[in-house]
């Protein structure tokens, strides 16, 4: 006679327990590697000034100029038609560097407070990055470790409204060949080795101005 306790047994026997719901992993920014990493992106012997192993136009290397009249000291400008940074220091001048920008109408020109700084940021794409972009960006919808080969690179500030992170970012860039160009989803791009300097100067609760950029003022004439 096959009793209950026999479909029990046989159960048991036949099914293994319930499968745990997957639940994925944070990505991570280990600290120890941290100075291995700058170590990394910074050229050997590397001089700001002249140390230009990506290429670009030598008026994107960062240069000390005199600041405008009226600016106010620990601010950073972007001038998003000649794509250039500027941080204003208190004596009156500004380190001037090269950026990227992003392309098309995802440039985003305002008054922003910079909330938040990270070192070796980890990132993870938008939604609306995801739905626009599914082939570049669908794969890291979880996010993507922190490393040299991360879009958000050595160093981020993040820009805020308010409360109200934008999602938008001053960051490093695997990709130092775009600086000087549009090539970004929104944020503002710049060579890892030239914003670890930058990073150690802009305090949190500074404000950053990007300015409008070409299209825009074209459009406005």
């Not at 739905?131 to 922190?146: E, I, S, T, V």
């Amino acid at each position: 006679m096959l009793t209950r306790r026999h479909f029990i047994a046989t159960s048991a026997a036949l099914f293994s327990a319930p499968i745990a719901s997957a639940v994925s992993a944070a990505p991570t920014s280990p600290r120890s590697m941290w100075d291995k990493w700058d170590a990394q992106i910074t050229p050997a012997n590397f001089d700001p000034a002249t140390t230009n192993p990506w290429g670009f136009h030598p008026r994107f290397l960062p240069q000390l100029v005199q600041a405008n009249a009226g600016l106010t000291p620990g601010d950073v400008h972007v001038d998003a038609v000649a794509r250039y940074l500027y941080h204003v220091r208190d004596d009156g001048t500004a380190m001037r560097y090269g950026v990227a920008i992003a392309r098309g109408n995802l440039y985003e020109a305002g008054v922003y407070n910079i909330k938040v700084k990270k070192k070796w940021p980890t990132w993870t794409p938008t939604p609306a990055m995801i739905k626009r972009d599914p082939h570049l960006y669908a794969q890291h919808a979880d996010g993507m470790n922190a490393g040299p080969k991360n879009p958000l690179g050595s160093r981020a500030l993040y820009l805020f409204e308010g409360n109200r992170d934008t999602y938008l970012r001053i960051h490093g860039s695997p990709s130092p060949r775009s600086i000087g160009g549009r090539a970004s989803s929104g944020c503002v791009r710049m060579v890892m080795a030239h914003i670890n300097g930058l990073y150690e100067q802009v305090q949190v609760g500074s404000t950053a101005h990007l300015h409008p950029a070409e299209d825009a003022i074209t459009a406005s004439s």
